[in-house]
Every structure is written in structure tokens, then in C-alpha cells.
């Protein structure tokens, strides 16, 4: 059975700080999916990470992947307020789609 | 502004009752999606849509029945609901490809059941 765990489910960080947002999963997968939730809105698909070794960046957030560990993280870099939300992982193997619970991340000012 | 429309925004409806939830993409998108999220949860896939066919259907309650009538177009239809359906519905499109090219989501459909 396909699990998707993310790690931390909560964080709070100062503006200015970098953190890692990990992802991890229970069966073999080269596909990997990073999305953005803000308060009471819809989905926003971030990134896409389609091979061992895939490395994505966009502004301040970069993802990778490495599908020997099992093992996603998306870095926050010199956060800002503008990038709390909640961030999901997904991982996708055999039709079926998996996320995890979700990260809520909080930047203070 | 989203460039996948679902409508009505909100739906409060009785267990009885028959509704249909819709959404409509320009982008010439072929791959279309339904997600359920209850509050503080994660999204779970419903169905998928490939060139207007269904291709996934995650075991969901025959109450929920999806059609898509041309590549723009994608319906939910619902039937006779339970309390615990309440959720956001979330249609979501892409190019090509299920799941692989980037998912564009619309604003979602905020459903009550009484």
C-alpha cells in the first residue's frame, strides 16, 4: 500500500530563515508532486519531479527528488510572510494518487 | 483569475435531492480531474477524465456519478447524498498525460449535505 508522509505537519519560522519541508513514501515511485493550499482556497500545483535526481526551482522554493531513498523535500529559502500556506506532497504510481497530510507553514514578520 | 470555472461555488442540498457540480476548462486541456478535500485534509482523486473517457475511478459510491460531454465540459453528478459528503470538491485540468503535466485547479465547490 502506498503511503505519503510529510514532515513537519506544522511549522513556524521567523521571515528571512530556510527550512525543509520532507516527504517521504512506502513503495517505489518516479513521480512526485508538490502543491500550494492557502486558507480556504483551492490547490496550486507547484512543482512536478519526474526522475531520480530532478531538481526544481521557483523563486524563493525548490524541490528535488530521489527515488532510491524515497525522499522529497522542498526548501524554503529566506522565507517571507507571502509563502504561508499549506503545502502538499503527492506521489502517484499504478492510477492511483497519494498525498500527504500536508504541511502548515506560518511566517512571522 | 482561475482559468478552470466550476460552478456554483456553494451548494447546501438534502440528502434527496439530485444536484450536478460542473467545470469548464478553454485550454485545450484533454486530462480532467475531480478531487474531495474534507476541511483540514488532504485532497483525494475521485475520478479522471483522458480525452473524454474515464480512465480512473477510485472506488468511489455510486451516488457521485462524473461525465465529461465533450474535452471542455465536466460534470458531477449527485444523488441522494449522506452528511458525511460535505466537502470541497475540486476540479482540476491538464495537458496530455494524466497526472504528469501541471494540474490547474478551479476555485471549488463548497458542498453541504443537511
Known amino acids: 500500500e502506498l503511503k505519503v508522509e510529510q514532515n513537519p505537519l506544522f511549522l513556524s519560522m521567523q521571515e528571512g530563515k530556510n527550512y525543509t519541508i520532507y516527504c517521504n513514501y512506502s513503495t517505489t515511485s518516479d513521480r512526485l508532486y508538490w502543491y500550494r493550499q492557502d486558507p480556504g482556497k483551492s490547490l496550486e500545483s507547484l512543482f512536478v519531479?519526474?526522475?531520480?535526481?530532478a531538481v526544481k526551482q521557483e523563486g524563493r522554493l525548490m524541490a528535488s527528488l530521489d527515488t532510491k531513498a524515497r525522499l522529497s523535500t522542498l526548501h524554503i529559502t529566506a522565507a517571507v510572510h507571502d509563502l504561508s500556506a499549506t503545502y502538499f506532497c503527492?506521489?502517484?504510481?499504478?492510477?492511483?494518487?497519494?498525498f500527504g497530510k500536508g504541511t502548515r507553514l506560518h511566517i512571522l514578520p | 483569475d482561475t482559468e478552470v470555472t466550476q460552478t456554483p461555488k456553494h451548494l447546501v442540498m438534502g440528502m434527496t435531492n439530485k444536484k450536478s457540480l460542473k467545470c469548464e476548462q478553454h485550454m485545450g486541456h484533454r486530462a480532467m480531474y475531480w478531487y474531495k478535500q474534507k476541511a483540514k485534509k488532504p485532497p483525494e482523486l475521485m475520478f479522471v477524465y483522458s480525452y473524454e473517457k474515464l480512465s480512473i475511478n477510485e472506488s468511489v459510491p455510486s451516488r457521485f456519478s462524473p461525465e465529461c460531454p465533450n474535452s471542455s465540459l465536466l460534470n458531477l453528478h449527485l444523488h441522494a447524498l449522506q452528511p458525511e459528503d460535505s466537502a470541497l470538491y475540486l476540479c482540476?485540468?491538464?495537458?496530455?498525460?494524466?497526472?504528469?503535466?501541471?494540474?490547474?485547479f478551479g476555485d471549488g465547490t463548497r458542498l453541504s449535505i443537511l
Open positions: 482540476a485540468s491538464s495537458q496530455g498525460t494524466v497526472f504528469i503535466q501541471p494540474q490547474h
Open positions: 503527492a506521489v502517484d504510481r499504478d492510477d492511483k494518487i497519494i
Open positions: 519531479l519526474l526522475s531520480n535526481g
